[in-house]
């Protein structure tokens, strides 16, 4: 493999490259009208432009993709996250161009990529799952009647897709007409399938996901997990690596049975098993995410591995050059994922021009971004701008840095999801470990992130008008011709 594709924008596009690049692969960028001075653009050996900023003109072109990269003589296409990553169409076309698709086969995306599929798929091997239905429902009648038998509070999920869409918590019977209704509208407008399903909703869940890597060969371990209950809208903020709760015996059968649902559909490459874990840490399959997750870099600090890297060995045949045995935590890692929100304004997107943007430095922390000052904050995709990334040898060390690199990230032009992060560190639900899905409608109010704020805010005033009193008298030079000036000269 000597020149790869990828299919993606900004901080993932970059990810990819770097690594490429370090393996002496030459990359190709695509891009959209929006993107066209992208650092991912200009770090690209060659860049090839889709069309208008819309990703539906650009980004999801399969098909245009593919003629470029054929056109360039690519021999891999890495598809990052998002956009076509996980899609079985647009996979199975790159095969059969003669291009590698960097990622699972086109069987395991279409069977991972229905959640009812899924489950159906892991049923022989015995895996928990949480109480509920296992196949698609329409009927709002039929509906009520599986939301009684398995009680209430129910969750209604969409099938398809992820993401927090077309899923709806409903906590008694006279909202459930209502919510069905809601979440079915939510799965046609964003994954062009109505079906959803019902299952008990587990109260005060934890997030936790196991990383799974896979060879051609038959070898398929596991990678630890990640503690992603920190969410908003059931999208992660703040991700970790290991989870504070596990004990090792809940680790290692948390592992096996990730490892039994990547067998289950003869997987390939690096995926994820996401699970439910609820307060007496009993854990059920919740979906697989058939591609590289936002937050692998945790993974890749407490492990030591290059998780794009061993994607593309992979897609190329090669074999895991490790066994399960070999594989162990070490420290303990953080991740803030940066968005272009405003937490203050229950988190809407924030666009705008990028006035000021420095990056904290230092031992152990990682920025993984696609942007720089001077951009645009186009409103075209997802608001993510930038992952914080720290490692330390104890989860406290971890989040002590992870505050002080907050502290020196600056960003002006857009509001950002920094406060928040800060705010999380500071907590004391969090410094404990002691949190679930539910941490922020629990503990946060935009008035508590001011308050917090507001000692440092005063303080920094303070410092203002001290300095300004110096300034002034130094600078208060006497009127010329006067007697203070004689005496000055």
């Known amino acids: 493999m000597k020149k790869i594709l990828v299919a993606n924008r900004g901080e993932i596009a970059l990810r990819v490259m770097h690594t490429a690049k370090k393996m002496g692969i030459s990359t190709v960028a695509v891009y959209s009208e929006a993107d066209r001075e992208a650092p991912h653009v200009r770090f690209a050996d060659e860049a090839v432009l889709l069309g208008p900023a819309p990703s539906s003109q650009s980004y999801l072109q399969g098909e245009k993709i593919i003629k470029a990269a ?18 079985a169409a647009f996979a199975k076309a790159v095969s059969e161009a003669g291009i590698i698709f960097i990622g699972p086969t086109v069987e395991a995306i279409e069977m991972m990529g229905s959640k009812l599929a899924a489950k159906d798929a892991v049923k022989a091997y015995n895996i928990p799952m949480v109480p509920g239905v296992d196949h698609a429902i329409s009927d709002i009648e039929e509906a009520k009647k599986v939301a009684g038998s398995v009680g209430y509070p129910i969750l209604i999920k969409a ?30 407008s964003a994954f062009g399938d109505g079906s959803v399903f019902i299952e008990k909703y587990v109260t005060e ?24 209950s920190i969410q908003r809208r059931h999208q992660k ?28 559909c003869n997987y390939l ?79 809407l997107p924030s666009v705008g021009l990028l006035s000021r943007y420095r990056k904290p430095v ?40 992870l505050k002080a690199a907050i502290e020196n990230y600056e960003i002006e032009g857009v509001a950002t999801t920094l406060p928040f992060g800060r705010f999380v560190c500071d907590h004391p639900a969090f410094q404990r470990g002691k949190f679930d899905t539910g941490f922020i409608k629990q503990y946060y109010t935009p008035e508590k992130l001011l308050d917090m704020q507001a000692p ?34």
């Open 159 to 188: 099938s398809a897709g992820g993401g927090g869409k077309g899923m709806r918590v409903v906590e008694k019977e006279a909202e459930f007409e209502e919510q069905m209704e809601r979440a079915i509208s939510e799965a046609v």
């Open 205 to 228: 869940p934890r997030h936790i996901e196991i990383q799974v890597l896979a060879d051609a060969h038959g070898n398929t371990l596991y990678l630890f997990e990640r503690e992603c």
């Open 70 to 87: 054929k056109a360039l003589g690519v021999d891999g296409i890495h598809p990052g996250y998002g956009f076509l990553s996980e899609n």
């Open 456 to 489: 440092a805010e005063k303080a920094a005033a303070m410092l203002a008008v001290e300095l300004f009193e110096t300034h002034k008298k130094v600078l208060n030079a006497p009127k010329p011709g006067t007697d203070a000036w004689i005496r000055q000269r």
């Open 237 to 264: 903020v703040v991700e970790e690596a290991p989870s504070a709760v596990l004990t090792p015996d809940l680790r290692r059968r948390m592992g096996e049975a990730a490892v039994d649902v990547a067998r289950a």
């Open 362 to 401: 230092g031992e152990h922390i990682r920025v993984d971004d696609g942007i720089e000052e001077g951009m645009e904050v186009p409103i075209y995709y997802d608001p993510m701008l930038a992952k914080l990334i720290v490692w330390a040898p104890t989860r406290e060390a971890a989040i002590a840095r």
């Open 269 to 347: 490459g690096a995926g994820t098993v996401e699970f439910l874990v609820d307060a007496d840490l009993n854990f059920y399959f919740l979906e697989m995410n058939t591609r590289l997750q936002v937050e692998h870099p945790v993974t890749e600090l407490i492990t030591g591995l290059d998780l794009v890297e061993q994607q593309i060995r992979v897609a190329r045949g090669e074999k895991l050059a490790f066994s399960q045995d070999d594989l162990q935590i070490n420290g303990h890692a953080l991740e803030l994922r940066v968005c272009a929100e405003d937490p203050l304004s229950n988190f």
